[in-house]
């Protein structure tokens, strides 16, 4: 019999078991999370495994633990189990792992070294940045490009290490009577993002501030052996908290795939394209390396006018709530595709998806993400019944099994998945069901817009005009290129800064 060990708590742990105990090996699995999963709990038990509560990025407890109960193979879910090094604590005990080392999800964990690292590769579908240590440098950068008019007017602010999808600021300053009033509130967001990743010790940015891009967001999710990529259908996932994108960025409150490869707003071309950029940073990492990268790598893109198919970021992992999507429309055994990644087989293996589309949405607890507190320890009630009335699947998040109630841990209670002919049609499904997940005594919040008709409209319109403007770059040979006109001096190429300031300089 096979053993599997698998960690990580939330809904795509949820999601990875499922389709792990549905394989024709019958295997037997167990699970490391930091809370009792009510779903992971279930899968555990009828393959007569258990689920296991410890640190998950702990390298020793869970290496330790795999030997001690005789696992032949393990998955990685989260990020930070990867960032710790769990993994590589893994292949040294004889174990071998689907997941990305701890050097390899640098391309994940340091936002910034992904940025340098597309850049000094000069790769397809990057972005203008600076990096920043310290308040002081940031302020004086952003104070001159207000005076100066540069790219360093329109940007993104971001932490530069990963941090769960926190601290993300847009700011388009483009009314020259507000720019006193823009570079106060990008000083004061600086401020705050060195305040807030002062926590993360591993590494040395801190503020990573990008050019600021348009278009519409999508995800590609891949498998990769260290020589052949394996890309899952794209993936379109929400990460505000509201209706119409407002309120807070979350982890992701839904997502919408298929049918077939491609969203219905982007070509098969664009999917291709995606697929060749996101190839080319994890071959990119594996020579800065030296090390075969075997696990699972997703590409969270935009479609823009300057490079086409453009990283957002990397992922060295399934996203969330996206992997959900991706793990719905497979039909290959998945235990089948851990053993071809982790042997270096995947360039003989067939992998067959079903071509539906699917609609994943959230149920969150009021409180989520600011204030996560207050979002702990309410008991959760579900009508499962009325769920799988309306074909639809729940996938158990942030939520303890404790005392035979559930609790929620603060974060995302629960995603809800169907499967349809139409993303329209899969988003009416589990609509029905957002209500069926409740707590007590505090209220829940989820999307009902997500894959309806008019939101897809929005996004069709939107990939057009992108879609026109890069085209006419294409035509005129001016991808990627960019300008900048500085008083005094006269246009200047911002690229040749990056290269000198975070390439050459090592930022």
């Known amino acids: 019999m096979i053993r599997v060990l698998g960690i990580g708590g939330g809904s795509r ?109 000069d790769l397809p579908g990057k972005l203008l940045f600076r990096t920043f240590r310290d308040l002081g440098s940031a302020e004086r950068a952003l104070e001159e490009a207000g005076r100066n008019l540069t790219w360093l007017q329109n940007v993104v602010l971001k932490p530069a290490r990963q941090a769960g999808g926190k601290g993300v600021k847009v700011v388009e300053d483009r009314q020259a009577y507000l720019t006193e009033e823009k570079t106060a509130f990008k000083t004061e967001h600086a401020r705050w993002l060195l305040s807030y990743t002062s926590r993360y010790l591993d590494t040395d940015e801190k503020i990573l501030v990008e050019e600021c891009v348009w278009g519409p967001e999508y995800t590609v999710q891949c498998l990769f052996d260290g020589r052949t990529l394996v890309p899952f259908p794209m993936v379109q996932d929400y990460k505000h908290a509201f209706d119409f994108d407002i309120g807070p960025e979350t982890g992701g409150m839904g997502s919408i795939s298929g049918p077939g490869e491609a969203l219905p707003f982007m070509t098969e071309e664009e999917f291709r394209e995606s697929v060749e950029v996101i190839e080319s940073v994890l071959r990119a990492i594996q020579d800065e390396t030296g090390q075969e990268y075997r696990g699972i790598a997703a590409g969270q893109m935009m479609l823009t006018e300057l490079e086409g198919p453009t990283v957002i970021e990397m992922y060295s992992r399934l996203g969330d709530p996206e992997g959900v999507n991706a793990l719905a429309s497979l039909e290959t055994d998945f235990l089948d595709l851990m053993f071809a990644v982790v042997d270096g087989r995947l360039s003989r293996t067939t992998v067959r998806f079903s071509g539906l589309a699917s609609v994943v949405k959230a149920v969150a607890p009021e409180g989520y993400p600011d204030n996560r507190e207050i979002a702990r320890g309410h008991q959760v009630d579900v009508d499962l019944d009325g769920i799988r009335g309306n074909r639809c699947r729940v996938y158990w998040g942030a939520v303890h099994l404790e005392g035979g109630r559930m609790l929620t841990m603060g974060s995302r209670v629960a995603e809800i998945l169907a499967l349809d002919r139409s993303i329209e049609e899969a988003a009416a499904k589990v609509n029905e069901c957002l209500d069926k997940v409740r707590l007590r005594g505090w209220r829940t919040f989820y999307r009902t817009d997500i894959g309806t008709p008019e939101s897809l409209r929005r996004m069709e319109a939107l990939a057009g005009t992108v879609r026109r403007l890069y085209a006419l770059r294409r035509s005129r040979g001016t991808v990627g290129r960019r300008l900048d006109w500085v008083p005094g001096v006269g246009l200047v190429d911002p690229a040749e800064e990056v290269r000198r300031t975070e390439v050459v300089g090592g930022g």
């Not at 038990?45 to 290496?63: A, H, K, M, R």
């Not at 990867?82 to 936002?111: M, Q, T, Y």
């Open 13 to 121: 742990e949820h999601a990875l078991i499922e389709k792990i105990a549905s394989s024709r090996h019958e295997p037997r699995i167990y699970w490391i999370s930091e809370w009792r999963n009510p779903g992971i709990l279930e899968v555990c038990s009828s393959t007569g495994g258990e689920l296991i509560l410890g640190n998950t990025t702990d390298p020793e407890f869970v290496s330790s633990t795999a030997k001690r109960l005789g696992v032949d193979i393990a998955i990685t879910g989260p990020e930070e189990p990867n960032f710790h090094g769990v993994p590589d604590a893994l292949w040294r005990a004889g174990i071998p792992c689907v997941g990305a080392s701890r050097d390899l999800s640098v391309i994940e964990r340091s936002k910034a070294a992904l940025r340098r690292l597309q850049w000094k590769y």
